[in-house]
């Protein structure tokens, strides 16, 4: 049973470029999560989809836009990247049932580097 | 809005010993879970332990386990016989769940070192 997987693993890009990062969820989950992590932070909730569409957002600018595909995997896209926005992103995935099921299992992240 | 606070930014125990990680919330709902994740170096956030709002029973898992004490609001991580494995960053986390969402909200973390 493949847990969630993430990629790339690494990542290095300019100021004002755009990024691309996807998530694959755990077999048999419907829901995904994005987050980041700077470093030395807990991670910060950025929004979440279920059925194609986001569900709740956190406090993140418009830059930061999501999609999720049939399949329940998903994509982070960042438009215009700050230095700010160097840190570790972390998917999650659960089943949007309730309770016990909605545990949220992680990714190994990925690491994006603004320069 | 949900804060978690985690006043321990590191703690360290000796093998085999117990060690207790504090963490505190703030939140005006009555239903709602808790975690702990662990995160070692290799980054990936790990469930630990879940607690749910409405169980007064105190959750446990092997070695580990958690005091909750929902009037304080205050949920503490108790690891018994440490292993050098559980080196790590621990983070408490919040989720509180509206209509089809849900989020997780997270404290800083505490590092823990475990020492021989």
């Known amino acids: 049973d493949a847990g969630v997987t993430q990629s790339p693993t690494h990542l290095i890009k300019t100021r004002g470029q755009q990024v691309t990062l996807r998530c694959s969820p755990k077999?048999?989950?419907?829901?995904v999560s994005w987050y980041q992590q700077a470093l030395g932070q807990g991670p910060q909730f950025i929004f979440q989809y279920y059925e194609e569409e986001e569900r709740q957002r956190g406090n993140f600018p418009d830059r930061f836009s999501g999609h999720q595909f049939p399949n329940y995997s998903s994509e982070l896209n960042v438009n215009a990247l700050l230095l700010g926005d160097s840190a570790l992103y972390l998917c999650?995935?659960?089943?949007?049932?309730?309770?016990?099921?909605?545990?949220?299992?992680f990714g190994p992240g990925t690491r994006l580097l603004v320069l | 809005a949900q804060t978690v606070t985690q006043s321990q930014p590191e703690m360290s125990v000796q093998e085999a010993e117990t060690v207790t990680l504090s963490c505190t919330y703030d939140t005006s709902e009555s239903d709602y879970y808790l975690f702990w994740y662990k995160q070692p170096p290799s980054r990936q956030m790990i469930l630990v332990i879940r607690q749910e709002a409405y169980k007064q029973q105190n959750a446990t898992e092997n070695r580990f386990s958690v005091n909750f004490q929902k009037a304080a609001k205050s949920f503490s991580l108790k690891i018994s016989d440490s292993q050098l494995g559980d080196a790590a960053m621990y983070f408490c986390a919040y989720r509180i769940q509206t209509g089809t969402a849900s989020k997780l909200t997270f404290g800083t973390g505490t590092r823990l070192q475990v020492t021989l």
């Open positions: 999650a995935s659960s089943i949007l049932a309730g309770g016990d099921q909605e545990t949220q299992y």
């Open positions: 077999s048999g989950h419907d829901t």
